[in-house]
């Protein structure tokens, strides 16, 4: 932060806090930093449990406390929407495009980039916020808009018409030709040339002579069936006769799986009858509200869907608005410490902690494990005797076949001292942390609960420190 | 934008735009600006009706399209988020002191931002993010952490113990003076000494040296009758010997209802036993996850609480995470147009319009009125013959007492030519523009609908249309 910025800070919280603070303390916030702060966290993109700490922060105690609100502010939505999205790519399998559009329902523009980025990171492909495309490098995706179709009114309104073979040639006049293309499709497909809206014909031919190699319809601005499923075939039947190959449609309301089985039939009809074989297989991408439960019933249903756009339920995350992820003391002047409350749930676990997980002969995660970190790590293929949080009263044994340190140090002395992971190694932990569980925990409903541990060690502070201060 | 940064920018869509297209284009982007766009608007604060545009857009086409998602990302959140804080108003009562405390929990630090201006035009009083506060003039208010009463163990670790009398003369020991108040307290609430945290205290000393003026009190880390109760009334006390007041205390935890009442009970009979009058209505604050349930047993329990602390329930709105707000085309070169569904909730009104609230004699609005640009305006005290949404096939009759037109022209050949009112201005339009609502319109449990119409001509334009389009 620039000299003349923190100055200004710091003149603020002075015209806001009370008069009978000492001058000496808003010098030393002018020379505060984070050269005592050291941050470990697990990698980003892993999966977590909760209980299990993710992030730790030492240093001096004034100066962690206030990176609490930031570092929750910072982790918390993001955490969130990659959740989010990754619940969408393990229903939607491996092969659907899934595009983030939330731009417009997100929390303003910057609530919007996270949303991008930290679906991208879920397991998003793509999103249609150019910004975020250029800012992070995700890859950017859009179709066209209803309005860019209400605009044409009629073939006369198109004012480039023609367009040469893409093997080169005299140009061609695109809309005749897909007018007797239309004629020939409205045969084939039973329907009348005169339901198809000649201004949704101008404005896909309009679009197909500027992108004739990028060509896409919006099938549903008028009668899918007998407009804009026609009107579309005209103009990819007519850019192939050119030598050009349509890109895909997308559809916006009604029943989509139902439709994109009709409209997968019509295209395949069009490519047997018209012997234009790529056209049994244009796809097909939807829109509009979709949900966790649209993605079941495309699956319940079956469905020739090929790609995804979700926009608000995934950035605002409505199956779950917020994640409460909370930053606790759990050690001050090398002394563990512990906030009591009736809630064993909300108890935080005391003392620095190293963090194991614990994988099986199957290579699946089973447990992760906290324990003090000044005790040896738990070696692979010797058992343990371990408490679980939930049911603390037991010991448990275990054998893990591997056992995987969680945390690294990312921060020391002021500066990043590990070499952060790109956007898309990011995103490949996170897919391939989400591959290593097992079934049973990845389910999305009423999965198995995976437990998380304490040393005995760790359980017996744990007592005496409640102990000391019931 | 500096010219550098348009170049990029045009050079980033150059990179992800297909490659056919015209350079002619990308110039012509870097050209691009609002100077031909005109934008009116009912004014900011003002309540709005669903179907009722509460923004015009006119302009090139291709301009006023680009503006849509950003127009749309600006205004759904905004909108959501002060009406989510207007409901919370209104379940409080006007006297109730609401303070924003989303940052946490929140989109980011961006949308974090938008929750707090957005939550103090809805109705709040104040918020903890000391940004807001800073940028926008927000009033900012804050208690204590839990971890600072945790990083204390005993009154040795008070580094600071001397205070002296607010009206002058020797500094006192405040930590042996709290001792012995807590003695006495301890016999009066009949609760053992022993109980009462050390830490705590010594917290609770250490916070009211260095703010004698403004000593507040958290009073939950530890048991709250039996330790921050006596504790926090023990330092009260001792202050107030020195001739300070405490301002308030906080609750995070449990029955928060029931206990504002034995905490009140507590301090009214501090206030009787040790002639401190003030004692009895120390303001008390209330937080954890605060929603308008909360409200509603506050209310009905009954409560002695002061301020309220709400966040996650405010700013990601879970009764209804999103609004969907829309953009649609309604007119291309002058003549309007209309995109048909078969959902006539979504069929869009066609045409520019103008929009005027009608008032009853009680100065309640009762009717929102869309007319075409080109109509008269309707008069007072004349009758109308008009069609509601929802119930077109039928004229209805009003007349209303007074008319007020909604929209002013805010931004005219890339100005803005109307000033913008400061954000107390805007808030203060809300709480007036809420007020005026009749109770049933008002209520938020089964509110009775507010009727939106049509003038007959606009009617008639949209049948005409409609027939055109089937």
């Known amino acids: 932060m620039g000299e003349q910025l923190k100055e200004a800070y710091v ?71 990659a959740t989010n999205a990754a619940r969408f790519r393990l229903l939607a399998g491996p092969d659907m495009k899934l595009i983030e559009m939330g731009l417009r329902r997100a929390q303003g523009p910057d609530g919007a980039l996270s949303a991008s980025k930290y679906s991208y990171i879920g397991g998003f492909d793509c999103t249609s916020n150019i910004l975020a495309g250029k800012l992070y490098g995700i890859p950017v995706r859009g179709t066209i808009a209803h309005s860019f179709i209400m605009s044409f009114r009629g073939l006369e309104e198109v004012q ?53 190699c990028d060509f896409q319809g919006l099938l549903d601005t008028y009668c899918v069936r007998r407009s804009g499923l026609p009107n579309f075939c005209a103009v990819a039947l007519a850019l192939h ?61 079956g469905s020739e869907i090929d790609m995804i756009g979700i926009g608000t339920n995934l950035v605002t995350c409505p199956l779950q608005p917020s994640l409460g992820c909370v930053y606790k003391l759990v050690e001050v002047n090398g002394s563990p410490c512990l906030k009591l409350t009736e809630d064993e749930e909300k108890m935080t676990i ?37 408490r679980v949080l939930g049911r603390l009263e037991e010991t448990t044994k275990v054998t893990p076949t591997t056992v995987e340190p969680l945390h690294r140090t990312y921060f020391r002395d002021g500066q990043v001292c590990e070499p952060l992971p790109s956007l898309p190694e990011v995103r490949t932990h996170a897919q391939v942390s989400l591959n290593l569980l097992s079934p ?25 420190l409640r102990q000391g201060s019931l």
């Open 11 to 81: 003149a603020y919280l002075r015209s806001v806090l009370p008069s009978t603070i000492d001058d000496a303390f808003f010098d030393y916030l002018a020379t505060l930093d984070a050269s005592e702060v050291t941050v470990t966290a697990i990698p980003e993109g892993s999966v977590v449990f909760a209980r299990v700490p993710f992030l730790q922060v030492k240093g001096p105690l004034l100066v962690v406390q206030l990176l609490e609100t930031t570092l929750l502010c910072l982790i918390n939505y993001a955490s969130l929407v």
């Open 160 to 212: 480039q018409r023609e367009l040469p073979p893409r093997a080169g040639g005299d140009p061609v006049d695109l809309a005749d030709l897909a007018v007797s293309w239309l004629q020939q499709v409205c045969v084939l497909l039973q329907t009348p040339p005169s339901k198809a809206n000649q201004g949704e014909l101008a404005a896909f031919v309009s679009y197909a002579v500027t992108f004739p």
């Open 241 to 301: 006769q050119l030598g050009y190959q349509a890109i895909g449609v997308r559809l916006d309301s009604g029943d989509l799986a139902q439709q994109s089985k009709e409209i997968r039939g019509v295209f395949q009809a069009c490519g047997a009858h018209f012997q234009v074989p790529w056209f049994g297989t244009i796809p097909i991408a939807v829109s509009n509200d979709i949900s966790e439960q649209s993605l079941e019933q495309f699956r319940r249903e």
């Open 350 to 386: 005391p003392g620095m902690k190293a963090i194991y997980r614990l994988y099986d002969a199957a290579g699946h995660p089973f447990m992760d494990l906290m324990a003090l970190e000044e005790e040896p790590s738990p070696s692979a293929g010797q058992e343990l005797g371990i």
């Open 440 to 464: 049973a925990h990845r389910r999305l409903h009423e999965p198995q609960p995976y437990p998380v541990a304490v040393t005995e060690r760790l359980h017996q502070l744990f007592l005496q």
